[in-house]
């Protein structure tokens, strides 16, 4: 797994951008990590209209407000709602322990492309992978 992915594997949380009515919108979500695709989910057609995939960028950071060190990753790629019911079963009970919230679509992102620059001392900002 790339340093980007691996950063982003050990947020909490993160942002998923994404097209509402042909204006972007932006949803703080919960995700896991899964081999190289980002997994979030929510209330259904709140990200993905009605079950249709769509490209979306996933955001996360961690940034200490005192240092400013840390790091910013993003991921581009197409999200598609998760369809095999054993899969949805299992990311469910996975992204449920994060957020004990109703949740009826899971959406799997995939990183197509993956951008993480981590801020570090002295220096100018360090692109990762």
């Given at each position: 797994m790339p340093e980007s992915l691996r950063w982003l594997a050990g947020a909490p949380f993160g942002r998923v951008v994404f097209t509402e009515n042909a204006l972007p919108a932006v949803r703080p979500m919960y995700h896991l990590v899964d081999d190289d695709r980002?997994?979030?989910h929510g209330q259904l057609g709140s990200v993905l209209p009605r079950g249709h995939e769509q490209v979306v960028t996933y955001a996360a950071?961690?940034?200490?407000?005192?240092?400013r060190l840390g790091w910013l990753v993003t991921v581009t790629g197409?999200?598609?709602p998760v369809t095999d019911p054993a899969e949805i079963e299992r990311y469910q009970s996975l992204l449920n322990r994060l957020i004990p919230l109703p949740h009826d679509q899971v959406i799997r992102i995939s990183c197509e492309f993956v951008a993480g620059i981590e801020l570090v001392s002295s220096t100018l900002p360090r692109a990762a992978d």
């Open positions: 980002v997994v979030i950071d961690e940034i200490d407000p005192t240092t197409l999200a598609g």
